[in-house]
């Protein structure tokens, strides 16, 4: 299912591919996709673009509202792969983000890091980027090799460029694409069925869709055994506005099940 090898090559690159991992589950995820566009949750966040292109539609924590993300998340060995890749006891899902970006859509996710939008933190986590359509490399997602452990915390925006938090004088986001020279970039074309393995510390951003084809996305986040929750100074992205919760305090709660081992 995973090698040492795909193992190490996460832990030093931030990001890793697997191929072919959760085939089974990508018909299941196609259907959730549309029921769920039909019955967004509250967190639902899509941007139309200016230019009048079609839609770039997200919803967060909603794996557990539509039975095709339920078993992509929880039936097929995503769990299990986690705690692998994060060398953890148990995996526990902290959240999925589905990302829709219709064809001709023409916005570009911008450089960033996960971590610093979450109410959690900690050395073991992974996200998995789930395409559910062919991606070829010019519409990939990418990441900055090693960037996870640059030791840095860059500031959060909203895809749409303001910032998350209010004042927040926290360092930028560097100018990755001016220097794509001097930096490790890693993207690859993927099947739907592949995935990417990637840190919430990775620095990673995605192209727009300029292409005749949909992009649908699922992205599963997931934390280890050292998980711990973080203050942070305004609403988190997802914000869990009715969770109370102590800063540094072990993670968990309902909302965050442990889904390996079962
Ligand atoms: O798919 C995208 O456009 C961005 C995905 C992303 O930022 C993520 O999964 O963390």
């Not at 996710?109 to 991606?135: A, C, K, M, N, R």
Request: net charge negative.
């Amino acid at each position: 299912m995973i090698t040492e090898q795909q193992i190490s090559d996460f832990e030093r690159d931030g990001a890793v591919l697997l191929k072919g991992v959760f085939n089974d589950w990508i018909e299941g995820a196609q259907q959730a996709i549309e029921e769920n566009k039909a019955n967004p949750s509250w967190r639902e966040r899509t941007y139309n673009p200016e230019d009048g292109s079609s839609p770039f539609f997200q919803d967060y924590c909603v794996w557990n509202q539509f039975d095709g993300y339920r078993s992509l998340v929880a039936d097929s060995p995503m769990g299990a792969i986690a705690a692998k890749l994060m060398r953890s006891k148990k995996a526990r899902i902290f959240h999925d983000h589905i990302l829709v970006k219709e064809p001709g859509n023409s916005i570009v996710t911008p450089w960033h890091q996960d971590s610093p939008y979450y109410l959690v933190e900690g050395e073991q986590t992974v996200s998995f980027w789930v395409p559910l359509d062919p991606i070829p490399r010019e519409r990939t997602i990418e990441y900055v090799a090693t960037s996870h452990s640059w030791g840095k915390n860059f500031k959060p925006k909203r895809f749409d460029g303001t910032d998350l938090f209010e004042g927040d004088t926290s360092e930028t986001v560097p100018d990755v694409d001016a220097n794509r020279d001097s930096l490790n970039i890693l993207g690859w074309e993927m099947e739907p069925g592949d995935a990417v393995a990637f840190s919430f510390r990775t620095l990673h951003g995605a192209p727009a869709n300029a292409s005749p084809s949909r992009r649908r996305v699922i992205s599963a986040r997931w934390v280890g055994d050292d998980a711990k929750f973080v203050k942070r100074p305004g609403n988190t992205s997802p914000a869990f506005p009715e969770l109370e919760y102590e800063d540094g305090a072990p993670f968990g709660g309902e909302d965050f099940p442990v889904l390996y081992p079962r």
